[in-house]
């Protein structure tokens, strides 16, 4: 089945702690994105990559970080920085251009 | 700054009733998406609008995109129980040959009710 995976689904951090969240996706989709999702908000764009190798900061970038070495996988680390991490985090992939955004299953992530 | 605003944010609607989401943007764009959200769950795609004029249907849902108003409207015909949830807009504001890059609006809670 093609498709996006996200893991951890829940995922606990204390503070001042770096963590990663993971996501990959077989759909073969050139552009990757990385948003946030605040109780009763809607998303914000965190980093998108449109291609292997290179990414682009979105809206809200400070206290993440992205890497892009293969076309699969999209990683999102959240430092110490980021002041107020708790929160939804929701990874998505498309074709390009006009293509709708596929959305992952989103990871959880808590600071005790 | 693009700004992309939906109203209203809470619809609590009778079964069998019709109404109408809106959704507002602020800037130049020809490519509006809707996208649905259970509680705790990731986003479902719904619709893709890519010009002026553009409706598509699915089911009790019905989309249309105004470019020049700047508005598009997501229409709920015979609402049913199983249509309960948030729904997004988002607005694509990167020339199509760029890629795409979304902003959404807060989004609009659906409670439809027996």
């Known amino acids: 089945d093609g498709g996006i995976t996200q893991s951890p689904k829940y995922l606990f951090r204390k503070e001042g702690q770096n963590v990663t969240l993971s996501c990959e996706q077989n759909l073969n989709h050139d552009a990757m994105y990385w948003y946030r999702q605040d109780p009763g908000q809607g998303l914000r764009l965190i980093y998108y990559s449109q291609i292997v190798n290179d990414f682009q900061k979105g809206d809200i970038a400070e206290g993440y970080s992205v890497s892009r070495e293969k076309k699969e996988s999209f990683p999102l680390t959240v430092t110490s920085a980021q002041k107020n991490p708790t929160a939804f985090y929701l990874c998505?992939?498309?074709?390009?251009?006009?293509?709708?955004?596929?959305f992952g299953p989103g990871t959880r992530l808590t600071v005790l | 700054e693009l700004k992309v605003e939906q109203n209203p944010l809470f619809l609590s609607m009778q079964e069998g009733k019709n109404y109408t989401i809106y959704c507002n943007y602020s800037?130049?764009?020809?490519?509006l998406y809707w996208y649905r959200q259970d509680p705790g769950k990731s986003l479902e795609s719904l619709f893709v609008l890519l010009s002026n004029g553009a409706v598509k249907q699915e089911g009790r849902l019905m989309a249309s995109l105004d470019t020049k108003a700047r508005l598009s409207t997501l229409h709920i015909t015979a609402a049913v129980h199983d249509l309960s949830a948030t729904y997004f807009c988002?607005?694509?504001?990167?020339?199509?040959?760029?890629?795409?890059?979304?902003?959404f609006g807060a989004g609009t809670i659906l409670r439809v009710k027996s």
């Open positions: 998505a992939s498309s074709i390009g251009n006009s293509d709708t955004q596929s």
């Open positions: 988002a607005v694509d504001i990167l020339p199509m040959e760029y890629g795409n890059k979304l902003v």
């Open positions: 800037t130049t764009s020809d490519r």
